[in-house]
């Protein structure tokens, strides 16, 4: 019975200390990796606003995520989420624009999550992939300057797109092979611009209904 209970205890000793072992390393490599996160983010702001001189996180109420999330939906958008809001601020300090950090369930692959840029007067900056899981050589094209280059300098009310060949501003060729990829990444475009609708009425960038 007392080998029983020493080997008990042991054992107990031995996963406390692998438990605490674990515990630490994690702790160790979290901030590295929360680093290289928040690099890769501001990275992917500055490439769809590079005018920008610096990025500042806005801060909603329950209400106002509350009324952003109606909006979305309201407009279509139910497999696609804002998952941050960053206001482009230029060397004074000044507002120039949004950055939106958008996420979106209808890709082939599952879900991608890219960055957008929109100036103050509604003109789309561009997008930047943080995560794309499409097909190579097919879906996973969208993440080429050819594709997404469509979205750059566009003041449109929403994106649509075509595989006979884009003849205005607010179309875009379609992906080759690619469809659904292309369908995910246009509406999560247009959940963004929808979005920064909201924001501009609601007076989130002119710092009337957030921390700016």
Do not use: W
């Amino acid at each position: 019975m007392n080998k029983i209970i020493k080997n008990a205890l042991i054992l107990a000793a031995i996963t406390l200390i692998a438990g605490l072992l674990l515990g630490a390393a994690h702790q160790v490599t979290l901030e590295p990796i929360q680093k290289q996160q928040e690099k890769e983010k501001q990275e992917s702001c500055q490439n769809v606003f590079p005018e920008a001189a610096s990025f500042e996180e806005v801060t909603m109420s329950d209400a106002q995520q509350a009324e952003l999330t109606a909006a979305l939906i309201g407009h279509g958008f139910e497999a696609q989420t804002i998952d941050e809001l960053l206001l482009a601020k230029d060397a004074s300090g000044a507002t120039i624009g949004l950055v939106e950090i958008i996420s979106t369930t209808e890709g082939y692959g599952g879900g991608m999550q890219f960055s957008m840029g929109i100036a103050s007067d509604g003109t789309t900056k561009g997008i930047s992939f943080l995560s794309l899981s499409e097909t190579a050589g097919l879906g996973m094209r969208a993440d080429t300057d050819d594709f997404k280059n469509q979205f750059k300098d566009k003041n449109v009310e929403a994106f649509s797109y075509t595989k006979s060949g884009a003849s205005a501003d607010d179309e875009i060729d379609a992906l080759s092979g690619a469809t659904l990829t292309t369908n995910a990444v246009t509406n999560g475009v247009n959940a963004g611009i929808c979005c920064f609708n909201y924001c501009s009425e609601s007076g989130l960038l002119s710092g009337e209904g957030g921390n700016s």
